[in-house]
């Protein structure tokens, strides 16, 4: 486990293979090949999130893919769009954006910035 301590403010990319709790400042983005990503009370993210499993406490303003859940607990702060096949929201968690319930997408990642599809293909998928 990885811990990103309050006073650390990092800009870039984050890849990590194991579970990562932010508590600082992240800007850029995070992608967690294995493991969890847990924003702690105080941790603040401006960054895109893909992985499997992410938590939100904290502050978060980006969009966030993740192949099993996304939770967002009463002290959570998100804006942007949520992208899985199960969103959990407690009572009292800040939300501004949209959710994305798709299994296949969420089945499908990290892919958080897809190639967007021609007409044709859109029609073919229907």
Same mark, same amino acid.
């Given at each position: 486990?990885?811990? %990103? ?8 990319? %984050?890849?990590?293979?194991?579970? %990562? *709790? ?38 978060? !303003? ?13 002290? !959570? ?27 296949? *997408? ?11 599809? *021609? ?8």
């Amino acid at each position: 486990m990885t811990t %990103i301590g309050a006073s650390l403010r990092i800009t870039g990319e %984050i890849t990590s293979q194991e579970d %990562i *709790t932010i508590h600082g400042r992240v800007k850029g983005q995070i992608r967690m090949v294995e493991g969890s990503l847990l924003v702690a009370p105080k941790g603040g993210v401006d960054a895109d999130v893909e992985g499997a499993r992410v938590t939100i406490q904290g502050t978060l !303003a980006g969009n966030v893919l993740a192949a099993e859940r996304i939770e967002l607990t009463p002290t !959570a702060d998100v804006s942007g769009t949520l992208t899985t096949w199960a969103v959990v929201m407690h009572e009292g968690a800040t939300f501004n954006g949209s959710i994305d319930v798709d299994r296949q *997408t969420a089945k499908g990642a990290p892919r958080l910035n897809p190639a967007p599809a *021609t007409p044709a293909q859109a029609i073919k998928a229907r």
